[in-house]
């Protein structure tokens, strides 16, 4: 079991298609999620389906025991659908994440958080030093998900 604030080790990292080191990847923090930081180039980080449940499990919880104790407090927002529909079934994350139509508002939820924990933030320590900008994509195929972000290439590393 990945340990809280343990770094995890995705499957793949690739650049416009391209497998780069994990080392060469990272994303822009304080920013992330904002259109005007751009991003001309694709980042693809890949991780094992059973880890990113790991990881996600506890921000799960956390949204569980919000929607238990502020009922009337859910918002709009598609995991909000999710958080609903699972206690409404009593269902877990895993189920969740087996349901096309709920799959991927959560693992988007979820994306910044997985990005932190796989390939972290500030400048990648190895060319082609790629930031990630925003999420573009989430997918899920099988045991394994995929998180696709908009991404700069800053000029140099540390």
């Not at 999620?33 to 799960?60: C, F, N, P, S, Y």
């Amino acid at each position: 079991m990945a340990a809280p604030g343990h770094r995890i080790d995705p499957v793949a990292c690739r650049l416009d298609g391209e497998r780069i080191p994990v080392a060469a990847a990272a994303i822009a923090t304080m920013s992330f999620d904002q259109k005007r930081l751009g991003g001309a180039h694709a980042l693809e980080v890949e991780l094992a389906l059973a880890t990113a449940i790991e990881i996600m499990q506890e921000g799960w919880q956390d949204l569980l025991e919000d929607a238990y104790s502020y009922p009337g407090l859910q918002g709009d927002h598609a995991v909000d659908a999710a958080v609903s529909i699972a206690i409404q079934q009593g269902r877990s994350l895993s189920w969740v994440l087996d349901e096309p139509e709920l799959c991927p508002a959560v693992l988007k939820f979820f994306a910044h958080d997985l990005l932190l924990r796989s390939i972290g933030d500030g400048v990648p320590d190895q060319p082609p030093h790629a930031i990630g900008t925003r999420v573009m994509a989430v997918h899920r195929s099988g045991d394994a998900i995929t998180i696709t972000v908009a991404a700069v290439i800053s000029g140099a590393g540390p």
